[in-house]
C-alpha cells in the first residue's frame, strides 16, 4: 500500500519539498539494516524490496514498495536503529527526509493518525499475505504476488497489460515462501494461459483483468 492511501496529493508534494531527491542505482541498498534512524525516503518512481537478514546468514522477504511509499519510517518514530533492508529492485529516486525535520513535520500538521492507518494497513497487508501462504495453491499465490506488484507500478491505470522488471525468480519465491522451481513451474503454467510472457528479469502481465479473476478463484 502506498500513500495515496493515507496521504493527500497536496500533503504529499509538501512532504517532498521537504528533502532533497537522490537516485538509487538498481540493486542498490536505499537503506541498510543496523544503521541508525538519521533520515528516511519518500520514494518517488521505481520499486524496492524489504528483506531481513537473519543471524544466520538467511535473508527474509518482508515486503515490496513502490512509489508513493516512505521507507524507514517506523524507525524514525521508533527511535531504534533499522530493522531490515531497503534493496532497489529498478533505478529509483527518492526524496531524503531527515529524521527529526519528518516528526516535527508530522506532528504540527497532525498526520500522526494518518501514518498510523498506514502501518496498521501494512499490518493487515502481511497477516494477508502468511495467511495465503498456508491455505492458496502456488499459482494463485503467484497472480496475486505479480498483481500487488502491478498496482504498486501505477501501470494499471493506462492499460491492461503491465510490464515488471528488475525482479528475478529467487525474489518471487521468498515473497510467496516457495523454491525457484516452483515459480518457473508456475510462470510455465501462467504462459500456458496465456496471462504472461517472461523473459531474463522481466515478466509482462498480458491480461490484468484475466489474472485478477484467476487470483480470486481461490476466494
Known amino acids: 500500500m502506498g500513500r495515496r492511501h ?3 496529493d497536496e500533503v504529499w508534494r509538501d512532504l517532498r519539498s521537504q528533502g532533497v531527491t ?4 538498481e540493486r542498490s541498498v536505499m537503506l541498510r539494516q543496523g544503521s541508525p534512524e538519521t533520515h528516511l525516503l519518500a520514494l518517488t518512481s521505481g520499486l524496492a524490496k524489504v528483506v531481513c537478514r537473519e543471524p544466520s546468514g538467511a535473508r527474509t522477504w518482508l515486503a ?10 517506523v524507525s524514525v518514530f521508533n527511535g531504534t536503529s533499522r530493522t531490515a533492508d531497503v534493496v532497489a529492485l529498478t533505478p ?3 526524496v531524503v527526509l531527515d529524521a527529526a525535520r519528518f516528526v516535527r513535520y ?9 501514518l498510523m492507518r498506514q502501518a496498521l494497513a501494512r499490518m493487515r497487508e502481511s497477516d494477508i499475505h502468511r495467511a ?17 506488484l502491478a498496482a504498486l507500478t501505477d501501470q494499471m491505470a493506462e492499460s491492461n497489460a503491465v510490464r515488471l522488471t528488475g525482479l528475478n525468480q529467487e525474489e518471487v519465491a521468498q515473497a510467496i515462501g516457495v523454491t525457484r522451481n516452483a515459480v518457473i513451474s508456475g510462470l ?31 476466494d
Request: glycine letters at 6%.
Open 6 to 8: 493515507v496521504l493527500s
Open 22 to 25: 537522490r537516485a538509487f542505482p
Open 64 to 73: 515490496f514498495r513502490g512509489p508513493g511509499d516512505l521507507l524507514g519510517e
Open 92 to 94: 529509483c529516486a527518492a
Open 106 to 114: 508530522v506532528e504540527e500538521r497532525g498526520l500522526v493518525m494518518h
Open 132 to 148: 495465503e501462504l498456508q491455505t492458496l495453491p502456488l499459482v494463485v499465490r503467484l497472480a496475486r504476488t505479480l498483481l500487488r
Open 188 to 218: 510455465r503454467q501462467l504462459r500456458t494461459y496465456g496471462l504472461v510472457e517472461t523473459a531474463r528479469r522481466v515478466i509482462v502481465i498480458r491480461d490484468v483483468k484475466a489474472l485478477q479473476r484467476w487470483a480470486e478463484a481461490a
